[in-house]
C-alpha cells in the first residue's frame, strides 16, 4: 500500500492541469473562474474580488443621500475642529457602508453531489427504518434534522436549492438565492444579505449614521444660536434657512435611523438576529424552553463577540479555478442522479 | 482554493486494479481514478456547543477496516481544537477588529488576520496528516474551507463510488 502513488497537487493550477482537461476532450484554453459559473442570483465585480447582491442602485441612492446630507455641512466653519470630527464620521460611515454592501455576508456554498446524494440516501434509510406506510417505498426529499444545541432541540430545515441542512442560523435569501450565515435580513438599502460576516459593518454603519445625524443637527442648531445671540432671533432664522432645511432632514434621518440603531443594539446586546426575533425563536410565549444558546451570557460579551469578534473567512471559493470535469457533474440535480443510490 | 485535481496510478497495486476492471474501462483509463469519482466519507459538524466550528468524533462505519478509530479521532480532535483557536474570542482578535475599524477597514487589505493565518495552518496540517496518515492508507482527507467548512469529507481512493 505505501507505494502508491498519489499526486496531490492542490497549490499548483499550472501546466498539470491543463494537459489534463485537454486529455478529457473539453481543452477549452481559458480557465473560468468559479464565480463566473455561480448559481446564486449575486453580482461579481472585480474577477470575483467582490460580492453583491443584484440590486445595486440601493447602494447607489444611499450613497448620494449621506453625500447630500453631510457635504453642505462640511463646508460650514464654526471651530477647525468641527469639520474634521464631521469628515472622520463620514470617513468611517463610508468605510462601514463599503464593507457591508461589497463583501460576502456568508454565503454557504451549495453541496456538491456526492454530498447531496449522501445526505439523500441517509434520510431515505432513515425513513425507511422508521416504516412509514403512509407512502411505501415513494421517494420524498429530506425535510430536517433536529440537533440538540447546548440542550434546547432545534430543528435544522432541509434546503431544497442548496441541497443541505440549514446550519443552525442560516436561513435562504429568496433575493439572492443563497443560503445564509447568521441570517439578519436582506437589506435593498445597502444591496446586500446582512449576515454573519458583514452585520457589524452594517450595525456600525447604522450607529454612525445617527450619530453623524445628531452631530450636524446639533451643529444646525448652534449655529442658529450663536446668531440669535448676535441679532434678534427673526433675523438669526431668516440668514439661516440653509442651516434649518440641512436640520429637518437630519431630524427626519434621525427618526428612522436612530430608531433601526437602538433596535440593533438591543439585539447586539442579546446576540440576537432579526430574523430570530421577527420569528420569535427566543419568546417564551412561543416556545416552552426559550434560551438563547448563542448568548455568551453577558450583554458585554456579546458586544464584544459580535462587533470585535474574528472576521470569518468567505466560504465561497470565487476566485478559484472550474475544475473541467467536475462543473459539469455538478449542473446535475440529484433528481437525475439518484438511480446510482442502492436500495437497501 | 486552487483547483484540485488527483490521480491515483494504481499499476503497481494489483488489488486495486480488480474494481476498475469490471467497470469496463480501457487500459490507458485504469491508472487514474479522479477523486470524484471515489467513494466519500462525510463527517459532520457538531452543534451540540453552538454555532462554533468543530467535528463530530463519531466515526463512521464506512471507515471500518480502513483506519483504526484513535488515529481519525486523534486527527478530528485536532482540527476542532484549531478551528477553536481560530474562533475564540482573545485580545488579539479585539485589537485586530478595532485596528480596522480605526482604518475604516483598508487593513483588511493589507494586513491578514488571525484566522487566515489559522486556516494556512489547518491545510498544512491537513496535508501532512494526508502525507503521512491518511494516503498510505488509501484515503485522502479533504480540507474542510473547501467544502464550506461544513463537512468534512474523507475520499476512499481505493474504491469506485457506486460499487460499494
Ligand atoms: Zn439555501
Ligand atoms: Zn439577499
Given at each position: 500500500m505505501a507505494n502508491s502513488k498519489v499526486n496531490h497537487s492542490p497549490q499548483k493550477p499550472g501546466a498539470n492541469n491543463n494537459t489534463a482537461a485537454m486529455g478529457e476532450g473539453q481543452g477549452s484554453n481559458k480557465l473560468q473562474r468559479k464565480w463566473e459559473v455561480y448559481p446564486g442570483r449575486n453580482k461579481f465585480f472585480c474577477n470575483g474580488r467582490i460580492v453583491s447582491s443584484p440590486d445595486i442602485q440601493g447602494f447607489l441612492c444611499c450613497m448620494a443621500l449621506i453625500i447630500v446630507t453631510d457635504c453642505p455641512y462640511l463646508a460650514v466653519k464654526v471651530h477647525p475642529v468641527i469639520p474634521v470630527v464631521g469628515g472622520v464620521l463620514f470617513i468611517l460611515i463610508i468605510g462601514c457602508l463599503v464593507q457591508t454592501t461589497f463583501i460576502d455576508p456568508g454565503i454557504i456554498p451549495r453541496a456538491t453531489l456526492p454530498e447531496a446524494l449522501e445526505t439523500d440516501r441517509l434520510y431515505q434509510l432513515e425513513c425507511q427504518n422508521q416504516e412509514?406506510?403512509?407512502?411505501?417505498?415513494a421517494y420524498q426529499p429530506p425535510r430536517y434534522k433536529e440537533v440538540m444545541i447546548k440542550g434546547r432541540q432545534f430543528k435544522l430545515s432541509y434546503c431544497q436549492t442548496c441541497q443541505m441542512y440549514r446550519p443552525p442560523r442560516a436561513s435562504h435569501c429568496s433575493r439572492c438565492n443563497n443560503c445564509v450565515e447568521r441570517f439578519d435580513h436582506h437589506c435593498p438599502m445597502v444591496s446586500n444579505c446582512i449576515g454573519k460576516r458583514n452585520y457589524r459593518y452594517f450595525y456600525l454603519f447604522v450607529t454612525f449614521t445617527a450619530l453623524m445625524c445628531c452631530y450636524v443637527l446639533g451643529c444646525n442648531v448652534a449655529v442658529i444660536v450663536l446668531r440669535a445671540k448676535d441679532t434678534d432671533i427673526g433675523e438669526a432664522f431668516k440668514k439661516s434657512a440653509g442651516s434649518i432645511i440641512e436640520g429637518v432632514i437630519c431630524l427626519g434621518c434621525l427618526a428612522s435611523v436612530g430608531g433601526l440603531s437602538c433596535y440593533h443594539s438591543m439585539l447586539v446586546c442579546k446576540e440576537q438576529t432579526t430574523n430570530e426575533d421577527i420569528k420569535g425563536t427566543y419568546n417564551p410565549r412561543k416556545f416552552k424552553d426559550a434560551s438563547n444558546p448563542y448568548s455568551h451570557g453577558n450583554f458585554i460579551t456579546n458586544c464584544c463577540a459580535v462587533l470585535c469578534g474574528p472576521r470569518h473567512?468567505?466560504?465561497?471559493?470565487?476566485?478559484g479555478f472550474v475544475d473541467p470535469s467536475e462543473d459539469t457533474q455538478a449542473i446535475v440535480d440529484t433528481a437525475n442522479a439518484r438511480g446510482r443510490i442502492p436500495e437497501s | 482554493m486552487n483547483k484540485r485535481r488527483l490521480f491515483v496510478n494504481n499499476n503497481d497495486n494489483e488489488r486495486l486494479n480488480e474494481p476498475m476492471k469490471n467497470a469496463g474501462q480501457k487500459m490507458d483509463d485504469l491508472s487514474r481514478i479522479p477523486v470524484n469519482q471515489c467513494p466519500k466519507v462525510f463527517v459532520q459538524r457538531d452543534y451540540t456547543n453552538g454555532t462554533q466550528l468543530a467535528f463530530t468524533t463519531k466515526f463512521p462505519q464506512e471507515l471500518e477496516g480502513k483506519i483504526d478509530v484513535q488515529t481519525f479521532q486523534k486527527t478530528v480532535t485536532k482540527l476542532n481544537a484549531m478551528y477553536e483557536e481560530a474562533e475564540t474570542l482573545s485580545g488579539k482578535t479585539y485589537c485586530e477588529s478595532c485596528l480596522a475599524c480605526l482604518t475604516a477597514y483598508l487593513s483588511y487589505i493589507c494586513i491578514s488576520t488571525h484566522y487566515e493565518q489559522m486556516l494556512k495552518k489547518i491545510r498544512a496540517y491537513v496535508n501532512e496528516q494526508n502525507q503521512n496518515v491518511y494516503q498510505p492508507r488509501g484515503l485522502l482527507l479533504i480540507d474542510p474551507v473547501e467544502r464550506g467548512l461544513r463537512v468534512l469529507e474523507i475520499c476512499i481512493l481505493t474504491e469506485q463510488a457506486g460499487g460499494r
Amino acid at each position: 500500500m505505501a507505494n502508491s502513488k498519489v499526486n496531490h497537487s492542490p497549490q499548483k493550477p499550472g501546466a498539470n492541469n491543463n494537459t489534463a482537461a485537454m486529455g478529457e476532450g473539453q481543452g477549452s484554453n481559458k480557465l473560468q473562474r468559479k464565480w463566473e459559473v455561480y448559481p446564486g442570483r449575486n453580482k461579481f465585480f472585480c474577477n470575483g474580488r467582490i460580492v453583491s447582491s443584484p440590486d445595486i442602485q440601493g447602494f447607489l441612492c444611499c450613497m448620494a443621500l449621506i453625500i447630500v446630507t453631510d457635504c453642505p455641512y462640511l463646508a460650514v466653519k464654526v471651530h477647525p475642529v468641527i469639520p474634521v470630527v464631521g469628515g472622520v464620521l463620514f470617513i468611517l460611515i463610508i468605510g462601514c457602508l463599503v464593507q457591508t454592501t461589497f463583501i460576502d455576508p456568508g454565503i454557504i456554498p451549495r453541496a456538491t453531489l456526492p454530498e447531496a446524494l449522501e445526505t439523500d440516501r441517509l434520510y431515505q434509510l432513515e425513513c425507511q427504518n422508521q416504516e412509514n406506510a403512509a407512502n411505501n417505498g415513494a421517494y420524498q426529499p429530506p425535510r430536517y434534522k433536529e440537533v440538540m444545541i447546548k440542550g434546547r432541540q432545534f430543528k435544522l430545515s432541509y434546503c431544497q436549492t442548496c441541497q443541505m441542512y440549514r446550519p443552525p442560523r442560516a436561513s435562504h435569501c429568496s433575493r439572492c438565492n443563497n443560503c445564509v450565515e447568521r441570517f439578519d435580513h436582506h437589506c435593498p438599502m445597502v444591496s446586500n444579505c446582512i449576515g454573519k460576516r458583514n452585520y457589524r459593518y452594517f450595525y456600525l454603519f447604522v450607529t454612525f449614521t445617527a450619530l453623524m445625524c445628531c452631530y450636524v443637527l446639533g451643529c444646525n442648531v448652534a449655529v442658529i444660536v450663536l446668531r440669535a445671540k448676535d441679532t434678534d432671533i427673526g433675523e438669526a432664522f431668516k440668514k439661516s434657512a440653509g442651516s434649518i432645511i440641512e436640520g429637518v432632514i437630519c431630524l427626519g434621518c434621525l427618526a428612522s435611523v436612530g430608531g433601526l440603531s437602538c433596535y440593533h443594539s438591543m439585539l447586539v446586546c442579546k446576540e440576537q438576529t432579526t430574523n430570530e426575533d421577527i420569528k420569535g425563536t427566543y419568546n417564551p410565549r412561543k416556545f416552552k424552553d426559550a434560551s438563547n444558546p448563542y448568548s455568551h451570557g453577558n450583554f458585554i460579551t456579546n458586544c464584544c463577540a459580535v462587533l470585535c469578534g474574528p472576521r470569518h473567512p468567505s466560504l465561497i471559493d470565487r476566485r478559484g479555478f472550474v475544475d473541467p470535469s467536475e462543473d459539469t457533474q455538478a449542473i446535475v440535480d440529484t433528481a437525475n442522479a439518484r438511480g446510482r443510490i442502492p436500495e437497501s | 482554493m486552487n483547483k484540485r485535481r488527483l490521480f491515483v496510478n494504481n499499476n503497481d497495486n494489483e488489488r486495486l486494479n480488480e474494481p476498475m476492471k469490471n467497470a469496463g474501462q480501457k487500459m490507458d483509463d485504469l491508472s487514474r481514478i479522479p477523486v470524484n469519482q471515489c467513494p466519500k466519507v462525510f463527517v459532520q459538524r457538531d452543534y451540540t456547543n453552538g454555532t462554533q466550528l468543530a467535528f463530530t468524533t463519531k466515526f463512521p462505519q464506512e471507515l471500518e477496516g480502513k483506519i483504526d478509530v484513535q488515529t481519525f479521532q486523534k486527527t478530528v480532535t485536532k482540527l476542532n481544537a484549531m478551528y477553536e483557536e481560530a474562533e475564540t474570542l482573545s485580545g488579539k482578535t479585539y485589537c485586530e477588529s478595532c485596528l480596522a475599524c480605526l482604518t475604516a477597514y483598508l487593513s483588511y487589505i493589507c494586513i491578514s488576520t488571525h484566522y487566515e493565518q489559522m486556516l494556512k495552518k489547518i491545510r498544512a496540517y491537513v496535508n501532512e496528516q494526508n502525507q503521512n496518515v491518511y494516503q498510505p492508507r488509501g484515503l485522502l482527507l479533504i480540507d474542510p474551507v473547501e467544502r464550506g467548512l461544513r463537512v468534512l469529507e474523507i475520499c476512499i481512493l481505493t474504491e469506485q463510488a457506486g460499487g460499494r
